[in-house]
């Protein structure tokens, strides 16, 4: 759970960003009615968002990006005051192809800030033996986000994190971190970065009205609710196998903070809940962010274990006879970036080094959340960077990324007020005004924690250093609870961004939950392809059944294609590559 480009677009890799556009209903003249909560099954018509009428209470489906249906539920904007304004869900549907008909699923994608309209349609792409058989699968754009009205749109100028001249380096309030990390002026340019864009958004969307104060994921777990209840009351709901008015889920990533919300304020209407790659409540609630990072450096360290397995023809970035020697060379290569050191000594190229630094850190951070499909791409970017360095320039480095473009430093996009606004709703404002200074202490701890990724943390509580809006509802616990079904909880075991640890804890604080343990590096289960775990998640989302204790499925192929023996830590322990990583901040 982060935003997107300002943390080097870490979610949005996963799927692609696209709006419907009104093409398709320009040239349709077909003005079918909807017939039994759902558009005749002969019409052509294609609908927009913008075209298709609010539901109250009863979902009515309308024909939309060919093989999909769409709707928009009405609810209330404020849960707390419903008579304060209304506010629209719009919800994709991947209907069920086989009779018969058992009901509705619905998926959320992570993020905050992520369409799950557009997940909807890249799960239908993908070989998924499981996906719109029996049920539908449905998702949403939460408060704020994608089509969802009112619009989380804040009025964006071109606001980037800029690389600081030397010269600012003298008035810097932090403590020094030495090594291969961002220097200090980065966590300022942050700092005032948030600032700006919190005053923009506060204008912007938060106005009672508006969509700022109603993001909160307490928010959205009763518009969960609502359209349970919307589907129970319609034609599908009531010709359908399953208890229409219990929630059946699969969250991902955060969509597993919102499933926690979910089941510890309504426990009883708990019907069966997936939660894969599973984030700790409370600490999201407090946003501290210190177990989001514990495992991203052994997530990347995975990738000179695979590389070494996948040899010198496969793997350009290969050297020695061990993966400790493919670790070496990539160390010998950070270590001379330290930019820390090159401001100091006013180096001609310093802003270079940064520029470098910051998009590695960033990029390779992304690339562990998708590790089959994104190591071999960090390999060859490895083997062009080392070219580059010591004599790093900058237009070495805009050369490069014409045939090898890391997302180095790019403007804040609308996705990124989106996450924004739901994370900085979920901590309560705990953040708001918080002087730059008081983060000293918590940078110190994240860069312990993770070289790679503990500056990405401070910068999402950063960023709600500036958010001065105030949260209509919030719930910050306690989590857990006796739920109608179990949960099952799903955790790989090297998960950059969401620990194995949180998974057993749900299995703890939910009643008869349990844990599936993936034994794969990579963030949720999809990006790891294992078929083991697919299966598992499929048998008990579509027929209940429960792993019990055939609740782990081994190591399968991984980057390049390679299948390793035996579990990851087991083999990072044998290759000397356990906690090496952490070391680099302290160089």
Request: aromatic share 10%.
């Amino acid at each position: 759970m982060t935003k997107a480009s300002i943390f080097y677009a870490i979610l949005l890799s996963c799927i692609a960003f696209s709006r419907l556009t009104t093409a398709s209903a320009a040239n349709s003249t077909n003005s079918t009615t909807p017939t039994n909560s759902t558009t005749t099954t002969n019409s052509t018509r294609q609908w927009t968002f913008a075209e298709i009428p609010p539901s109250k209470h009863v979902l009515t489906w309308y024909s939309c990006y060919d093989d999909f249906l769409c709707a928009v539920l009405e609810v209330p904007l404020n849960y707390q005051n419903p008579k304060e304004g209304r506010s629209l869900v719009p919800l994709i549907n991947y209907p069920a192809k086989k009779t018969p008909y058992k009901g509705m699923i619905l998926v959320n994608p992570g993020g905050p800030g992520i369409s799950g309209v557009d997940l909807i349609r890249s799960l239908a792409t993908q070989n998924i033996s499981f996906f719109g058989l029996d049920y539908d699968f449905v998702s949403w754009d939460p408060r704020g986000c994608g089509y969802a009205i009112p619009a989380g749109d804040c009025a964006l100028t071109n606001l980037t994190i800029p690389l600081g001249p030397a010269s600012l380096v003298q008035r810097r309030d932090l403590d020094k971190i030495h090594g291969p990390s961002l220097p200090e002026q980065y966590f300022e340019n942050v700092y005032n970065v948030a600032y700006e864009l919190g005053q923009e958004c506060t204008n912007s969307i938060g106005g009672p009205l508006d969509s700022g104060p109603h993001m909160s994921s307490t928010t959205i777990a009763r518009d969960m609710l609502s359209i349970v209840d919307a589907y129970a009351n319609s034609w599908r709901g009531q010709n359908c196998e399953d208890d229409a008015s219990l929630l059946n889920y699969w969250g991902m990533s955060y969509g597993t903070f919102i499933g926690q919300v979910f089941a510890s304020l309504f426990p009883h209407r708990v019907g069966r809940v997936v939660l894969d790659g599973v984030l700790d409540p409370d600490q999201i609630s407090k946003q501290s962010g210190l177990n989001m990072v514990n495992q991203a450096d052994e997530a990347f360290s995975t990738l000179f274990l695979y590389c070494h397995l996948a040899g010198p023809k496969l793997c350009p970035f290969y050297t020695g006879t061990t993966a400790h020697d493919i670790y070496l060379r990539f160390e010998n290569i950070i270590t001379q970036l330290n930019v820390t050191q090159a401001l100091e000594q006013n180096w001609t190229n310093s802003t270079a080094m940064w520029v470098v630094l910051q998009g590695l850190k960033g990029t390779f951070y992304t690339y562990t959340y998708h590790a089959i499909d994104n190591f071999p791409i960090a390999a060859l970017i490895l083997t062009a960077i080392e070219t580059l360095v010591p004599n790093i320039t900058l237009e070495a480095v805009e050369n490069l990324e014409k045939e090898l473009p890391p997302p180095i430093n790019p403007p804040l996009t609308i996705n990124d007020t989106w996450s924004t606004g739901t994370a900085c709703a979920d901590n309560g404002g705990r953040y708001i005004g918080q002087p730059l200074g008081e983060w000293a202490d918590a940078i110190q701890v994240m860069e312990n924690e993770s070289w790679l990724s503990g500056e990405s943390q401070i910068v999402n509580q950063m960023f709600c250093a500036g958010w001065n809006i105030t949260t209509a509802e919030h719930y910050g616990g306690p989590f857990g609870g006796d739920t109608k079904h179990p949960i099952l909880f799903v955790s790989n075991t090297v998960d950059p961004i969401t620990p194995i640890m949180n998974g057993q804890k749900g299995t703890r604080i939910f009643k008869d939950a349990q844990l599936l343990t993936n034994e794969a590096v990579g963030h949720t289960t999809l990006p790891t392809q294992n078929a083991c775990a697919l299966a598992k998640i499929g048998a008990f989302l579509i027929n209940g059944t429960l792993p019990g204790t055939d609740n782990y499925c081994p190591l399968e192929a991984g980057p390049w294609g390679v299948l390793a023996n035996g579990t990851l830590s087991e083999l990072l322990e044998a290759a000397d590559l356990s906690g090496v990583m952490r070391k680099l901040g302290r160089k």
